[in-house]
């Protein structure tokens, strides 16, 4: 399934004298950290095509400094209306009902619903499945993995017949390391076939590397944009590049590139609650332009758009591998 048209995409074109492959919207951030009332901050969310509009679950920290997932929409993908309260999933297992918190979530059109992945803290971070319709009501669907893991995102179709999600195994705390894996489920409830897709390297990724928004299918492969962490003198540095996979078999890596598309530079990405964050949560991608936006969490604090081309990327990547 080859990503379907989506002509009001929001988009920038790259300021003159700029030759990165990836840019910033010149009005970021585009969702401040109290866009709500009850919001600390807003970061690290998710956004999806919804009708004529768009739609998204958002991770918004309160100011008691709960985790929590909020709902949101917007006519251009730029100006966003997000609710006060956060979502209430609707549980047929009342034990699924406790929980400690929920962050970063993913949400990608799946058959013939809206599924959202996050992290959900269930005796340690694990990785929440749900589910909604219409972005009125959410079920909850089940935790996928053991603790602990981070970093749940869903494929956009099954592959050979089976639901692909990547994860990043990790600890209980702030985590010193981290490679990405895939895994694989008839039923979206059992999950194994474990495959090892990519590790750490030096620089930029030398620490830890997760995946970020829901893979992009393209004729050449799976576009993935991923965060890669370094720990510098003064702690974490986030920042995200990208990595093409194989189809059929998409823990095999056909490219990545070896330098980052994008790394914190602005103020709003080195000052905030966690310093030196750009972390991608979502794309949306118009195929017959190759334009795609990039939404990504920065400090931990705000939300931030960028944008690229498709073709200028698959490039990137082929000679920079």
């Known amino acids: 399934m080859i990503q379907s048209l989506l002509p009001n995409l929001p988009w920038e074109e790259r300021p003159l004298g700029c030759s990165d492959v990836v840019w910033r919207y010149s009005l970021n951030p585009i969702i401040p950290r109290n866009l709500i009332p009850s919001s600390n901050s807003i970061f690290n969310s998710a956004v999806v095509p919804f009708q004529d509009r768009f739609a998204g679950v958002f991770r918004c920290d309160n100011k008691k400094r709960d985790m929590n997932l909020n709902r949101g929409f917007s006519l251009d993908g730029?100006?966003?209306?997000?609710?006060?309260q956060p979502i209430d999933w609707i549980y047929t297992d009342p034990e699924l009902s406790h929980f400690q918190y929920r962050y970063d979530p993913r949400v990608v059109w799946l058959e013939d619903r809206y599924y959202v992945t996050w992290c959900n803290g269930y005796h340690g971070p694990t990785i929440g499945i749900g589910y909604t319709f219409d972005f009125e009501q959410f079920h909850f669907l089940e935790n996928a993995l053991l603790p602990f893991n981070r970093n749940g995102v869903l494929f956009p179709r099954r592959i050979n017949r089976e639901y692909v999600m990547f994860s990043r195994?990790?600890?209980?705390?702030?985590?010193?390391?981290?490679?990405i894996y895939l895994s694989r489920s008839p039923d979206l409830i059992h999950w194994g076939r474990h495959r090892f897709v990519m590790g750490?390297?030096?620089?930029?990724?030398?620490?830890?590397?997760?995946?970020?928004p829901v893979p992009i299918e393209t004729p050449e492969g799976w576009l993935v944009f991923y965060h890669g962490v370094l720990t510098s003198c003064n702690g974490f540095v986030y920042s995200f590049g990208a990595a093409l996979l194989d189809l059929d078999q998409p823990w095999k890596v056909i490219y990545r590139g070896t330098s980052y598309l994008l790394s914190p530079q602005t103020y709003y990405e080195c000052v905030g609650d966690v310093p030196n964050v750009a972390f991608p949560c979502a794309t949306l991608y118009d195929p017959?332009?190759?334009?795609?936006?990039?939404?990504?969490g920065c400090a931990d604090t705000v939300t931030a758009l960028a944008f690229c081309k498709m073709d200028e990327v698959l490039e990137f990547l082929i000679n920079n591998s």
Do not use: C
């Not at 750490?200 to 970020?212: L, N, P, Q």
């Not at 017959?288 to 990504?296: E, F, K, L, V």
């Open 78 to 84: 730029i100006h966003w209306q997000l609710d006060d």
């Open 288 to 296: 017959p332009t190759g334009r795609i936006a990039i939404y990504y």
């Open 200 to 212: 750490v390297r030096g620089g930029w990724e030398s620490t830890k590397v997760g995946a970020g």
């Open 169 to 179: 195994p990790s600890d209980n705390g702030h985590t010193p390391f981290g490679d």
